[in-house]
């Protein structure tokens, strides 16, 4: 079965760049999220969308934007990075259907900020 | 306060013992829903099994069954007949409200299979 998918898998950059996310949902889900896991640490909720509008808004930093395509893939755009924003990135994907389905995780993009 | 507490940080298990991850909950809202993912060491997020707060029986998925005690708010995932494939963080989640879009999880619990 299809799954999510994400790139790229590994990004490293310096203090101070930009990085940008892909995910790829599972085919027919509308709804994407994007989580950061820092090391050690349980998964935090940044964002979400569904059908290209922004749905959910979690600890998202003013520094990060996203947002979803037509084709429902999504980006997350990481600026002015900091050594703080080294982590896992995930993204998950679900059907919409106002209820409280599973989110589908990707394998996640691991991010090292030197 | 905390939404999801996992309070074993690690736990030891024999190869084909039965095993029991406990995870308590707390929310005000009558409708929410409570997740199990295992993330192996490799780094992903495997969805394991659901339960629904209107749920009147408790979730099975092949060796994997939810104890759900909602008068205790407790959601335990049982884990039948372990294998060496099963060490891995398992984390408990949930979803607040409908239409509700963020999962909250708990620390998780790091689970070790001795053969």
């Known amino acids: 079965a299809a799954g999510v998918i994400q790139s790229p898998r590994h990004l490293i950059k310096e203090k101070r760049e930009t990085a940008t996310l892909k995910c790829y949902p599972i085919?027919?889900?509308?709804?994407v999220y994007w989580y950061q896991q820092g090391p050690g640490q349980d998964p935090q909720f940044l964002i979400s969308?569904?059908?290209?509008?922004?749905?959910d808004k979690g600890s998202i930093p003013d520094r990060f934007s996203a947002q979803q395509f037509s084709d429902y893939h999504s980006e997350l755009n990481m600026s002015s990075l900091e050594l703080g924003d080294s982590a896992l990135y995930f993204c998950?994907?679900?059907?919409?259907?106002?209820?409280?389905?599973?989110?589908?995780f990707g394998p996640g993009t691991r991010l090292l900020v030197l | 306060a905390q939404k999801i507490t996992q309070t074993q940080p690690g736990m030891f298990v024999q190869e084909k013992e039965a095993v029991t991850l406990d995870c308590t909950y707390d929310?005000?809202?009558?409708?929410?829903?409570l997740f199990w993912y295992k993330q192996p060491s490799s780094g992903e997020m495997i969805f394991l099994i659901y339960?629904?707060?209107?749920?009147?029986q408790n979730a099975t998925e092949g060796r994997y069954s939810l104890n759900f005690q909602k008068a205790r708010k407790s959601a335990n995932l049982v884990i039948s007949a372990s294998q060496l494939g099963d060490s891995a963080m398992y984390f408990c989640?949930?979803?607040?409200?409908?239409?509700?879009?963020?999962?909250?999880f708990g620390q998780g619990t790091r689970l070790t299979i001795n053969p």
């Open positions: 998950a994907s679900s059907p919409w259907s106002g209820g409280l389905e599973a989110q589908y």
């Open positions: 085919p027919r889900h509308d709804t």
């Open positions: 969308f569904y059908e290209k509008m922004q749905s």
């Open positions: 929310t005000s809202d009558p409708s929410y829903g």
């Open positions: 339960q629904g707060s209107y749920d009147q």
């Open positions: 989640a949930m979803r607040e409200g409908r239409g509700a879009q963020k999962l909250v």
